[in-house]
């Protein structure tokens, strides 16, 4: 079972289901010629793609163009089915920072042919995260800043009042779908300026004001 810990706090969570937002900040979407989404842009990440902070992000062989995507975290901390917006906040336990690694390349082969991006999306290492603040610990996760740094270099910084679907939102739009657990992490989409990553590159991913941080380093796997 893989875990998801707290900053300065014993508590633990089991990782249940990892939720990702596509496209949820229009620049984001412009950059990659993409349309700006009506609604939430929905799909998942199986939980042995989660590492933590001092490991490795390993770009697979079979990928020539993997790319990173900052973005902010949600932990669900209790269950829920069709949560109303007014209570959608008081489901989530806690916020941290983490990357949604992408194989750009399969991705695009996969849009080309209407399938899902479950391959470009999910190999091992593929959702570097943090561990998390509690979620009184972020005075306002619709004004949070976002920000990566790649060796040192600040290469994407977003605030979380640009989303086209605030946090909130997500987990009330989400419930409707699926019966929300406590474990339940949900990705909540990525600012514009995602890039591509090689062996050698050192991470830092920041929420907020070094509320928590993410340091993790790329790998290539052989051939």
């Known amino acids: 079972m893989v875990q998801v810990h707290f900053k300065n706090a014993a508590t633990v969570y089991d990782v249940g289901t990892i939720y990702c937002i596509g496209r949820n900040y229009a620049e984001h979407a412009r950059e990659l010629n993409n349309p700006v989404p009506q609604s939430p842009i929905i799909f998942l990440k199986p939980a042995a793609s ?105 290469r994407q910084y977003g605030n979380t009042r640009d989303m086209l679907f605030p946090i909130r939102n997500l987990v009330a739009y989400l419930s409707t779908i699926f019966t929300l657990m406590p474990g339940d992490l949900i990705f909540t989409g990525t600012p514009a300026g995602v890039g591509a990553l090689r062996a050698g590159d050192r991470l830092r991913a920041v929420l907020g004001d070094d509320l928590v941080a993410l340091n993790v380093d790329v790998k290539q796997e052989p051939a």
């Open 50 to 154: 989660l590492i933590f902070d001092g490991q490795s992000v390993v770009i697979p062989a079979a990928s020539g163009d993997v790319h990173h995507e900052v973005e902010m975290v949600a932990l669900i901390g209790k269950i829920g089915k069709r949560i109303s917006l007014d209570m959608a906040l008081g489901h989530v336990a806690g916020y941290g920072i983490g990357i949604d690694v992408t194989a750009r390349d399969i991705q695009q082969r996969a849009k080309d042919k209407s399938h899902p991006w479950a391959v470009a999306k999910g190999y091992d290492t593929f959702a570097p995260v943090s561990k998390f603040i509690p979620a009184d610990g972020v005075a306002d996760p619709a004004a949070t800043d976002v920000a990566l740094w790649v060796n040192g270099e600040r």
